[in-house]
């Protein structure tokens, strides 16, 4: 058998094509970080399709909600009245001060045993109206502005005490006892020229001349006086 002879040149160009064919066959299709245009196609359409989806449950609640109704806070109650003022009646006149009145005295009330009776009168000489309440303070002096002769008035709780209401120029009096001061044996006697008048709860006085005898000594009292009365 007779072998033949392949061509140098035919033989190295058919090595030249197998090799070639081999090394495409071996190496990488794509690089690793690169994609397939479905690849990037796919999360982006995903993405969009759940985006509604998305905005639907992030939006935040409706400012138009209504809220809980407030509870009102519970209120103070009204005050019933303006609180009245000190020394003044329901109807807002004040106590009688002695700036604002006029004392005399009435002895028609008569005498027994020694005593004299008298209606002690305060008039309202103001232009307001006001009230007398109590029992005022009566003493012996020496004079308008001198000093208080023996013990005070000791007050006669027989008659009550009541609220009486004075417009201008009307008057309220109590009833005034004086006991004649010879008749106490151990009584150093003096000249009285008068009595002073403390209205009720008031430092100031008042005046009315009654000349009459007074003890000097504090253990006698020659005066008693009830409350205040409407003459």
């Known amino acids: 058998m007779r072998l033949q002879r392949i061509p140098t040149g035919l033989a190295g160009t058919t090595a030249a094509a197998a090799l070639a064919l081999l090394l495409t066959a071996c190496g990488p299709s794509q690089p690793s970080g690169q994609a397939s245009p479905e690849q990037t196609t796919g999360p982006a359409e995903a993405s969009s399709s759940a985006s509604p989806g998305a905005a639907e449950t992030s939006d935040p609640p409706s400012s138009s909600a209504a809220a809980p109704p407030s509870v009102p806070a519970p209120s103070k109650p009204a005050p019933t009245g303006a609180a009245a003022a000190p020394g003044s009646t329901a109807a807002g006149a004040q106590l ?108 100031a006085s008042l005046f009315v001349a009654r000349p009459s005898d007074a003890c000097s000594n504090a253990s006698i009292e020659l005066l008693s006086i009830g409350a205040f009365q409407r003459s």
């Open 96 to 203: 009688c001060k002695a700036s604002a009145l006029k004392a005399s005295t009435d002895a028609t009330g008569g005498g027994a045993a020694g005593s004299v009776y008298m209606r002690l009168i305060l008039t309202n000489s103001g232009t307001a109206p006001c009230h007398l309440k109590g029992f005022p303070g009566v003493s012996l002096t020496n004079g308008a502005g001198g000093q208080p002769i023996g013990a005070p008035a000791s007050r006669d709780a027989t008659t009550p005490v009541s609220d009486v209401l004075l417009a201008p120029g009307q008057s309220g009096s109590a009833m005034l006892r004086y006991t004649q001061a010879r008749n106490y044996p151990d009584c150093v006697l003096a000249q009285a020229a008068g009595f002073r008048i403390y209205p009720p709860e008031d430092t």
